[in-house]
């Protein structure tokens, strides 16, 4: 009997060891551990053994055997259970890195570059940056500067009105000079400052004009502050940023904040000029509306299109060429 049970033991533990599938481990607990197993038929000819020694001895012989066989099935279910998930898993699983081999990393865009080099620049120079409010009053935006209700400059600026207030009494600020006034009322001279932003004009867009673009104003007060004070800053500025091989020219111009008023130019070392904007020296209606007094205090302002600077700067053809985001166009820059 003990012989048989051994027998009938090491045959189950082989055919569990050669099984390669759970559905062949369910079958074989059924075959070898089920009522009509080897091991079962076995214990229900116990009864035909004649002394009570044997038939302990074959009873615990087969308990034993039982919980073996019971055991090694176990462990083949749980190891067969884990190679079936793990296939299962990798048919399954999603490659993400497919397409992020090459992380690319991501960078400011061309006009934020050319905002931050503008402020590098200018900081090297000595001055300090101002911002302000891209929702102005009518009276920051015009008329503190020199441009009351019935001034012609005014039509040059294609205002977007916002629905606020008084009607006609808030706009989104057609040019960062208004940050001028909001300066000097809130800093005590000496100011050296450049007030960079977004503005806003109701313009059909082209090649050279947005709706929405940047500029970067520029404020200087001082005692005995001079036009050769303007010129050099300007030329100071132009090697700065764009390199030795630049210089720059003031021509004279009109703006109702600044007089004499003039644009200036930059000449690149090919020799083409190229227009980059408009400066003076502050009005004296400015300087009082700002607090003030034109007898003690002097000072010249600047404002140019950050956008265009870039446009130029990077050969770009077509300003609105920098919106569209197209990555394959930024990622150029
Ligand atoms: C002004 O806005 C004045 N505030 C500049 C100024 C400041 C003069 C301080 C004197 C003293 P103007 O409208 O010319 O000026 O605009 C200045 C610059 O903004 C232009 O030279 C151009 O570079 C840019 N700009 C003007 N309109 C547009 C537009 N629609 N799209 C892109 N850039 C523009």
């Known amino acids: 009997m003990i012989s048989e049970i051994t027998a009938a033991r090491t045959a189950a533990e082989q055919s569990i060891a050669a099984a390669s599938s759970l559905d062949e481990i369910r ?39 039982m919980l073996a066989v019971e055991e090694v099935l176990n462990a083949r279910r749980a190891l067969l259970g884990r190679a079936e998930r793990d296939v299962q898993l990798a048919a399954e699983a999603l490659d993400l890195t497919e397409h992020f081999n090459a992380p690319s990393r991501g960078k400011a865009h061309i006009v934020t ?44 600026h294609d205002t ?14 057609t040019h960062t000079s208004p940050v001028q006034i909001r300066v000097m009322q809130n800093v005590a001279p000496p100011i050296y400052m450049i007030m960079p932003g977004r503005v806003f004009r109701n313009e059909t867009t082209d090649a050279t004009h947005l709706a929405v673009f940047h500029q970067i104003e520029g404020l200087v007060i001082d005692r005995g502050i001079t036009l050769a004070d303007l010129a050099g800053t300007i030329e100071a500025f132009t090697q700065a940023f764009f390199g030795p091989g630049f210089t720059s020219r003031l021509r004279p111009s009109y703006f109702p904040f600044t007089e004499p008023s003039a644009e200036f130019d930059i000449r690149t070392p090919k020799g083409d000029w190229l227009e980059l904007g408009g400066c003076g020296m502050v009005h004296p209606n400015v300087l009082r509306a700002g607090g003030l007094d034109p007898e003690e ?34 990622e150029q820059f």
């Open 297 to 330: 205090w002097s000072g010249f302002a600047f404002g140019f299109g950050i956008d265009r600077m870039a446009k130029e700067r990077h050969g770009v053809g077509d300003v609105r060429e920098m919106y569209t985001n197209d990555i394959r166009f930024i």
């Open 113 to 156: 570059q050319a905002w931050q080099r503008l402020e590098d620049v200018f900081v090297g120079l000595g001055f300090q940056v101002a911002e302000g409010p891209e929702v102005e009053t009518d009276w920051y935006n015009f008329e503190a500067l020199n441009m009351p209700p019935s001034h012609p400059a005014r039509s040059m």
């Open 27 to 65: 079958v074989l607990d059924t075959d070898l551990l089920g009522k009509k197993s080897p091991l079962a038929l076995l214990k229900t000819g116990l009864g035909k053994l004649t002394t009570v020694d044997e038939k302990k001895a074959a009873g615990q012989a087969l308990n034993e055997a």
């Open 160 to 173: 977007f009105y916002v629905d606020h207030g008084q009607p006609g009494s808030t706009v989104l600020r």
